[in-house]
Each structure stands twice: as structure tokens, then as C-alpha cells.
């Protein structure tokens, strides 16, 4: 249900036949949604599809974990950078 692609989602792990990362899942997850909650969010998904997303973040979390703060740093990079270039340029 869970793979990695290269070259598909930057080779994020997602679920197989949707466009929704495992970690997109997970931080719902962690924002405190029940499973049942991010299934009806995504009608898409299944309950047994979200399970499968938490259950492969739970088996591979200190990567997933170490994955996701990465893209937030990256993420939080880019932001400083935009807003330096707003100030400067304003």
C-alpha cells in the first residue's frame, strides 16, 4: 500500500495509487486526527490506507522523523530568504 519511487513525489514514501505522502498522514496525525478523521478528510483514502501510512511511519520513524525536519528546515530556509528579499526590495 506505502512505496518509494525515484523520481515520483521527490521519492517520498505515499500511497500507492494517490497523490498523499505518508508524511502529509503523519502530520495530520500528530496534530492529534484520529485516523477516522484524515480517512474523512480524504475521501480518496481508505481507514486501511491511512492505517497502512501510519503504520509504515511507525516502522521506519527515526527516518521519517529525520526526513520530515529536514523538508521543515528547508522549508523555513526558503521563508527567511523570501522575506529578506521582500524587505530589500520594498
Known amino acids: 500500500m506505502i ?10 514514501p505515499h500511497i500507492v ?14 496534530l492529534g ?4 478523521a484524515i ?3 480524504y475521501p480518496h483514502l481508505t481507514l486501511g490506507q491511512v492505517y497502512a501510512a501510519l503504520a509504515y511511519y511507525h516502522a521506519n520513524r527515526q527516518q521519517m522523523d529525520l526526513e520530515m525536519a529536514a523538508e521543515e528546515a528547508e522549508s ?3 521563508e527567511r530568504e523570501f522575506c529578506r528579499n521582500q524587505n530589500g526590495s520594498g
Open 3 to 12: 512505496t518509494r519511487t525515484p523520481g515520483i513525489k521527490d521519492g517520498t
Open 17 to 30: 495509487g494517490t497523490g498523499v505522502c505518508v508524511r502529509t498522514i503523519v502530520r495530520w496525525y500528530q
Open 33 to 36: 486526527m484520529s485516523a477516522e
Open 39 to 41: 480517512a474523512a478528510d
Open 76 to 78: 523555513d530556509r526558503l
